[in-house]
């Protein structure tokens, strides 16, 4: 397993999809500074609030793209014969291939989130802010949930490369899947507004969404990015519950993945 993993990580980094999504990173560090400078008051915090933002775009193409390339496009390039022709169970195969994208991913969040740091840290001038950023343990718990939030992405994306026939259908569906599910919290929260206005939207859509909430993750819940803006952190029952919703959920997604590489006919 260890070894698919280690595959996993050169293979990562030398694809081209990887060095393009680089730039469109440090593109996203350069976007927050410029954000900074415009802002009339409170630059960093500005800064630090765009700069999170790229980081989940950034970190989310990048872990469906190595999702795509590192086994749907094997499978439809046959390559994944040679890989399975060694005397060990299929499942080794594909959780080293889910454990080279969380490496790769967790390396990328790490160095943009050291960028940004930097960033912020230049990007007030002289300006003294009366609520000053938390670019230390703030900003790396931020990143740690960022991480948590890719993790169960690139599970559905595996999943969803264990039975796709196409490479393109793991790369829609899983940013698909982050879309839908780092905004289900807030459209049910909406829907069940009685001020919102939407009462005939909730009728008819209220039930659906509901719904959505028991066949994907509230990942929307992970985004902590209030900590390190202005210090305030959500409860401990909070933070930990997300934490191990997710895990259960990515060990859930995880098995099934298994099974149904296990048994899949290639041909």
Known sequence: MWQHAIVAWRSGLRSRSFHALVVLGLLAMGAAYLAAQFSG?????????????????????????????????????????????????????????????L????????????????????SGGNFVQ???????????????????????????????????TTPLLPLALGVAFAIAARSLGTALAYLRDKDSGAVDVADALGPVVSAFQWLI?????????????????????VAALSAAMCATYII????????IFRNRQFS
Request: net charge neutral; charged share 10%; with cysteine.
């Open 41 to 101: 008051r409170q630059p960093n915090t500005v800064a630090l609030d765009v700069g999170i933002s790229g980081v989940r775009f950034v970190a989310l193409l990048m872990v469906v793209f190595w999702c795509q390339e590192l086994v749907a496009r094997e499978v439809e390039r046959k390559t994944v014969f040679f890989a399975l022709a060694y005397p060990v169970p299929r499942s080794h195969y594909l959780l080293g291939r889910y454990l080279g994208v």
């Open 217 to 237: 993750p509230d990942l929307g819940r992970l985004d902590i990015r209030s900590a390190a803006l202005y210090g305030q952190w959500p409860t401990f029952e």
């Open 130 to 164: 009366v609520s000053p950023v938390e670019i230390g343990f703030g900003l790396w718990a931020t990143m740690l949930y960022v991480f948590i939030d890719i993790a169960v992405v690139a599970a559905f994306t595996i999943l969803i490369a264990t039975i796709s």
């Open 252 to 259: 859930a997604t995880l098995a099934i993945s298994t099974v």
């Open 103 to 122: 490496a790769l991913a967790a390396c990328s969040i790490v160095i943009l989130g050291g960028l940004m740091s930097l960033m912020v840290s230049v």
